[in-house]
């Protein structure tokens, strides 16, 4: 390795003082870092790059720098060029975060030193009228979710599986999530926590009007469509929270398993239930 990529949410080190210390820490190690250009001078380095893209392309692996948020938008660039992810939680909850920022040097020295294991994550994959969505805005690490953009509004919806029709529902919204998802919105609306080493994909009604409206949970290969009745309006997707594309009335969107794969690095001993059990302590308090 020769190249670290760090990525820096200004809103979790506004004046950058947890970041300057790791990049010494790495700086002192012999490695180079890879910033945005705007970071450059500030940190005092030679070399920025234009975009988030070749943060990921020119980088071994990108130390993110934030939460889960911050790793999400990475991730949909990240999996393009199959560059490892280690995400240190500046945050408040971190489920995709390694470490809390007490455990980030030696996190790094762990990955520098090859002591480390990769975590394949399963990502959706986004089609709107039988186009594929542009520079990636339709790759989705967490979740598609299908709601109407005004307030208090039901929206009428279709959903079939792999072309098999299931039913027709008025309700908020419906979250179509990966395991990695399942513990974010998903959870929070009443679906099911799906282990992320899995490659299966849960389907979730928000708020629907008919009470036998239940979660499922299909597949990882199976196709999902939703085709969006006629007369609706204001109709939106929202991908990982971040990407909005409007759906107009009679749009139909297909989500399935992408074939590209987020890689989260882990550099800690504990296991999926050991993180969800802290968090869920931590939701508690």
């Not at 180079?32 to 450059?40: A, D, S």
């Not at 085709?227 to 139909?252: C, Q, R, T």
């Given at each position: 390795?020769?190249k670290i990529?760090?990525v820096i949410?200004?809103e979790?080190?506004?004046y950058?003082?947890y970041?300057?210390k790791?990049?010494?820490?790495?700086?002192n190690?012999g490695y180079?870092i890879?910033v945005?250009?705007k970071f450059r001078?500030?940190?005092?380095?030679e070399?920025g790059?234009?975009?988030?893209?070749e943060?990921?392309?020119e980088?071994?692996?990108?130390?993110?720098?934030?939460g889960?948020?911050t790793?999400?938008t990475v991730?949909r660039?990240?999996?393009?060029?199959q560059?490892?992810i280690?995400g240190?939680?500046l945050?408040?909850?971190?489920?995709?975060?390694?470490v809390?920022?007490?455990?980030?040097?030696r996190a790094?020295e762990?990955?520098?030193?090859?002591?480390?294991?990769i975590?394949?994550?399963?990502?959706l994959?986004?089609f709107k009228?039988?186009?594929?969505?542009e520079n990636?805005r339709?790759?989705a690490?967490?979740e598609?979710?299908l709601k109407?953009?005004?307030f208090s509004?039901?929206?009428k919806?279709?959903i079939?599986?792999?072309d098999?029709f299931i039913d027709s529902y008025?309700?908020d919204?419906?979250?179509?999530?990966?395991p990695t998802?399942?513990t974010?919105y998903?959870?929070?609306?009443?679906?099911?926590?799906l282990?992320?080493d899995?490659e299966?994909?849960s389907?979730?009604?928000l708020?629907?009007?008919t009470?036998?409206?239940r979660?499922?949970v299909v597949?990882?290969?199976?196709i999902?469509k939703?085709?969006?009745k006629?007369n609706e309006?204001?109709?939106?997707?929202?991908?990982?929270?971040h990407?909005?594309?409007?759906a107009e009335?009679?749009?139909?969107?297909?989500i399935?398993r992408s074939k590209f794969?987020?890689?989260?690095?882990?550099?800690?001993?504990?296991g999926?239930?050991?993180i969800?059990r802290?968090?869920?302590?931590?939701?508690?308090?």
């Amino acid at each position: 390795m020769d190249k670290i990529g760090f990525v820096i949410n200004l809103e979790k080190d506004p004046y950058l003082e947890y970041t300057k210390k790791l990049r010494d820490f790495v700086l002192n190690l012999g490695y180079q870092i890879v910033v945005l250009e705007k970071f450059r001078d500030v940190l005092g380095l030679e070399y920025g790059v234009s975009d988030l893209d070749e943060v990921c392309r020119e980088s071994d692996f990108v130390t993110v720098l934030g939460g889960d948020g911050t790793i999400l938008t990475v991730a949909r660039r990240a999996c393009i060029y199959q560059t490892p992810i280690l995400g240190i939680n500046l945050g408040t909850l971190g489920y995709l975060a390694d470490v809390e920022k007490n455990g980030a040097f030696r996190a790094v020295e762990k990955v520098l030193n090859n002591d480390y294991s990769i975590e394949k994550r399963m990502m959706l994959e986004v089609f709107k009228d039988g186009k594929e969505l542009e520079n990636c805005r339709g790759l989705a690490l967490n979740e598609v979710c299908l709601k109407n953009n005004t307030f208090s509004r039901m929206i009428k919806f279709d959903i079939e599986i792999n072309d098999e029709f299931i039913d027709s529902y008025r309700a908020d919204g419906v979250i179509i999530s990966t395991p990695t998802g399942s513990t974010a919105y998903n959870l929070a609306a009443g679906g099911p926590i799906l282990k992320p080493d899995t490659e299966l994909i849960s389907i979730t009604h928000l708020c629907p009007h008919t009470l036998y409206a239940r979660p499922y949970v299909v597949s990882g290969s199976d196709i999902i469509k939703l085709k969006i009745k006629n007369n609706e309006k204001n109709v939106m997707l929202f991908l990982d929270g971040h990407e909005i594309v409007s759906a107009e009335g009679g749009s139909e969107i297909i989500i399935k398993r992408s074939k590209f794969f987020t890689r989260i690095i882990k550099t800690t001993g504990l296991g999926f239930y050991d993180i969800l059990r802290r968090k869920m302590v931590e939701i508690r308090k």
